[in-house]
């Protein structure tokens, strides 16, 4: 199993949709967790940091579960700029500083 | 600020050559990561450096090795490429060893095995 897990993908949604991606992670020593934003061809780049109180930037909001080991991002009122790759990240601290990223859920949105 | 520098941006070698990749982290940041990301596959963790220390490495060959040097700029190193190899292989720095930070990542070095 791995440690870090997305939902395969990819989605595809019309404008305007809102859209949810989940995400597990199965060490217990996990310390932080972001989301990054991949366009094709193109480095990951940080979206927003993941708090356990919940977190909102505009469109995107992103929730933490550490009970439940479980992350979400959800984007409201979904726009075509947003057709990317979302990549669930986590640091942990246990057995060696590392940080992991999922294999990325590929979003396609469509007019 | 500069951010993350990698190069070369694209690199092609032939089976059983060696590659060498660089990575100059933000200023200040002292870790720099190394990371494969196949075509179409996710990004697979490599390499851990930090103050000039591999801290961790990923489930790869030995043949894949690198260093960190003393102004925290970093090497990666593929002996024995072989045609999987080919990848774009991504270097991210951050600027501390644990915590709630984040990584920056270079724009990557496309490797291309023929």
């Known amino acids: 199993r791995k440690e870090v897990e997305q939902d395969p993908g990819p989605f595809n949604v019309p404008e305007g949709a809102t859209v949810a991606f989940n995400c597990t992670y199965s060490?217990?020593?996990?310390?932080?967790f972001f989301w990054y934003r991949q366009d094709c061809r193109k480095e990951p780049k940080l979206l927003m940091s993941v708090y356990s109180s919940g977190n909102e930037d505009g469109r995107f909001t992103a929730q933490l579960n550490r009970a439940s080991q479980y992350i979400s991002l959800l984007i409201r009122d979904s726009k075509l700029s947003d057709s990317a790759t979302y990549l669930c990240?986590?640091?942990?601290?246990?057995?060696?500083?590392?940080?992991?990223f999922g294999a990325g859920t590929r979003l396609f949105v469509k007019a | 600020e500069a951010g993350v520098t990698q190069s070369p941006t694209h690199l092609i070698k032939t089976r059983g050559q060696q590659a060498t990749l660089r990575c100059s982290p933000i200023?200040?940041?002292?870790?720099v990561y190394w990371y494969q990301q196949a075509l179409g596959l996710g990004l697979q963790f490599l390499l851990w450096?930090?103050?000039?220390?591999?801290?961790n490495r990923g489930n790869f060959p030995p043949r894949f090795s690198g260093r960190q040097f003393p102004n925290y700029s970093s090497e990666l190193n593929v002996n024995a490429l072989e045609l999987e190899d080919s990848a774009l292989y991504l270097c991210?720095?951050?600027?501390?060893?644990?915590?709630?930070?984040?990584?920056?990542f270079g724009q990557g070095t496309r490797l291309t095995v023929v």
């Open positions: 200023s200040g940041h002292t870790s």
């Open positions: 450096y930090d103050e000039g220390e591999e801290r």
């Open positions: 990240v986590v640091n942990r601290g246990a057995g060696g500083f590392k940080t992991i």
């Open positions: 060490n217990s020593a996990s310390q932080s």
């Open positions: 991210a720095s951050s600027p501390f060893r644990e915590g709630n930070t984040e990584a920056f």
